[in-house]
């Protein structure tokens, strides 16, 4: 088993930043060399979309285009932690966000086994 963790989550106006921080713990040494890390989000009433994704090696990242050159998604393996730096945001980008972990990079919540309880942003315009 895997837990997840998020936190770094609030209310900033539109323009600014936040930087969301993901804690894995559990069977974490599997997880740093078997598991991709993702960010999904859920905007209020709204499906759960992707966010980002990165392998723990660092070797490939993918973003979804609304945040393509605004988001960037990193880890460090040595703390078991990812993190998403959100920048420029958009009163769009409000919604819930989680983090899920997974055996491969992907698009889908489906392609995730493991989800963190979810951190709230929200940006005001």
């Known amino acids: 088993q895997v837990q997840l963790v998020e936190s770094g989550g609030g209310l900033v106006q539109a323009g600014g930043s936040l930087r969301l921080s993901c804690v894995a713990s559990g069977r974490t040494s599997r997880t740093s060399s078997r598991y991709a890390m993702a960010w999904f989000r859920q905007p209020p009433g709204k499906e759960r979309e992707f966010v980002a994704a990165i392998t723990w090696s660092g070797g490939t990242a993918l973003y979804a285009d609304s945040v393509k050159g605004r988001f960037t998604m990193s880890g460090d393996n040595a703390k078991n932690t990812v993190y998403l730096q959100m920048n420029s945001l958009k009163p769009e980008d409000t919604a819930v966000y989680y983090c899920?972990?997974?055996?491969?990079?992907?698009?889908?919540?489906?392609?995730?086994?493991?989800w963190g309880q979810g951190t709230q942003v929200t940006v005001s315009s």
């Open positions: 899920a972990a997974g055996p491969g990079v992907g698009v889908h919540p489906y392609e995730y086994y493991y």
